[in-house]
């Protein structure tokens, strides 16, 4: 899967899933994993919403991505790809393509202290 990311979904969304990005995007293009969330890179119109709202400051544009969390953009795009989940590109969310899984690097990441069930 190639594609440009544009807003990319980093570590302080794992285990919070706050999840009012997901109501902002116009494009439904954020994922629920078993952890966190991901943007699709190919379905992101680049519109900033989730950036605006997102209260743990867990988004970034591609273009200001600290070197920290450079990493999110290929597990942003791994996770939508046959090693991870599969889901390719669903064209937008639905309930369907919620799934427990995670990209593998977000699994094996240590659980938040005082984090209860994610979601």
């Not at 078993?34 to 680049?46: S, T």
Request: proline share 7%; aromatic share 10%.
């Amino acid at each position: 899967m190639v594609g440009t990311v544009t807003y990319v979904i980093t570590e302080p969304c794992i285990d919070v899933k706050d999840g009012d990005c997901t109501l902002a995007c116009p494009a439904d293009c954020i994922y629920e994993g078993g952890r966190m969330f991901y943007i699709h890179p190919e379905e992101c119109i680049n519109c900033g919403l989730c950036l605006s709202i997102c209260p743990v400051d867990a988004i970034f544009w591609d273009g200001e991505i600290t070197q920290e969390q450079k990493p999110f953009e290929t597990i942003n795009r791994e996770y939508f790809g046959a090693a991870v989940t599969g889901l390719g590109s669903p064209g937008g969310w639905d309930e369907k393509s919620t799934t427990d899984k995670d990209h593998p690097a977000i699994a094996a990441y240590p659980k938040r202290a005082g984090a209860g069930d994610a979601g």
